[in-house]
């Protein structure tokens, strides 16, 4: 969502920089809508490790909402574009590394130290959230396999769960730093309503799909095809912000 909303406001007029900051706000918000949408859809199928899922949320709540209003305020921010490029390409990797490293071990038990990490790993991963427009999801995968100790198939419903929250607050803060540029008629604070309406919708037409798969594909397919995707967009990204940079 985030490189197609860049090529949307390419042509508005605005500075790159406030581009990149519409773009990361509107794509929160529909990061809210279809986390909200999945994390019901897996809860249903008691899918979600709650306990986990909030010791991951709750330290990003505040997080998010701060970096949020920060960026509003920040003059130069399309840097952004190169670290959640480089970012993608980096989880990217470690997903051919999964995928490459054969069956999944059972995972471990989570200790009270493993939740402090995970805290520890929610400020970050709210701030990212804001700051990158990708709903924490990119930062909560791996923490949820590294530091949470939990199976594939429990990562993506435990991840969505627990970047509902950081989302929202995100969102909020984007909605209520006051007017920002003009790229359309339906800007409320930096969100584009234009885009985020659309857009929403359509994830929440997707959403079911998204789950049904998690539920049905093995383990390395999963691995495989995360990949693919981050690799693809981190390059894309990068390869944009340097023919930008030397425009």
Known sequence: ????????????GVSLSAQTVVAHATSLGVAFVASSYGTWHYAKADA???RTALAYAVPGIPSAFLTARL???????????????????????DMVRRALAGPESEPGELTPHSLGWLAAVGVVGGAASAALG?????????????????PVRSIAPTALAGV??????????????????????????????????????????????GVRV???????????????????????LIRGWLSGGAR
């Open 48 to 50: 979600v490790a709650w």
């Open 71 to 93: 960026l509003t305020q920040t003059a130069e921010v399309e840097w952004l574009r190169a670290a959640f490029g480089i970012f993608l390409i980096i989880s990217g990797a």
């Open 214 to 236: 998690n539920r049905r594909v093995a383990p390395p397919t999963l691995y495989w095809s995360f990949a693919a995707l981050l690799l693809i967009l981190g390059a894309m």
């Open 164 to 209: 509902w929250l950081t989302t929202l607050t995100g969102w909020i803060g984007y909605l209520t730093a006051g007017p920002g540029p003009p790229v359309s008629t339906w800007v409320v604070g930096f969100v584009d309503g234009r885009m985020a309406v659309p857009l929403a919708l359509g994830a929440l037409c997707t959403v079911p799909l």
């Open 1 to 12: 969502m985030v490189p197609f909303l860049y090529l949307v406001y390419a042509s508005t």
């Open 134 to 150: 990708i709903g924490g999801g990119l930062i909560a995968v791996p923490a949820l396999m590294y530091v949470g100790r939990l």
